[in-house]
C-alpha cells in the first residue's frame, strides 16, 4: 500500500517502482529503495534505440525531508552498452528529477 503512495507522490513511472521503505525514527531517516523490472530496456540521447542494461549503480540521493525526517533516495541506476561500445549511465525515467534551478556556488555564496 504505502509503495504506491510513494510511487505516486514522487512521480516513478514504469518500470521504476518503490521496493522498499525503511524508516530509522533514531536516526530520524526515510530511505526509499527505487529499483525498476527485470528485462527494462533504457535510451540514451546519444542512440537512437532502447539498449539493454550492462551494469547497474546504486545511487543514493537527498530529497525533501519527509516531517522531522532526512529523506534519502537510493536509486539502481542503469548503465548501457551504446551501440559503438562506450558504456554510459542513465538517468531513468522512472527515477525523480529535481524540479526548479539548482544553485551554484555563486547561489551558495551569497546564503
Do not use: W, Y
Not at 500500500?1 to 513511472?13: P, V
Not at 521496493?19 to 535510451?43: K, N, P, W, Y
Amino acid at each position: 500500500m504505502h509503495h504506491a503512495l510513494f510511487e505516486s507522490a514522487l512521480g516513478i513511472a514504469s518500470p521504476g517502482h518503490v521496493q522498499g521503505v525503511e524508516l530509522d525514527e533514531q536516526a530520524r531517516t526515510l530511505s526509499i529503495h527505487i529499483d525498476f523490472a527485470l528485462g527494462s530496456r533504457f535510451s540514451h540521447p546519444q542512440a537512437a534505440a532502447e539498449n539493454p542494461v550492462h551494469e547497474m549503480m546504486l545511487k543514493r540521493l537527498r530529497h525533501l525531508n519527509f516531517f522531522q525526517h532526512e529523506c534519502f533516495l537510493l536509486v539502481r541506476a542503469p548503465r548501457v552498452k551504446l551501440p559503438e561500445g562506450r558504456v554510459v549511465l542513465v538517468v531513468p525515467r522512472h527515477c525523480p528529477r529535481p524540479r526548479g534551478p539548482r544553485p551554484n556556488a555563486a547561489h551558495r555564496a551569497e546564503a
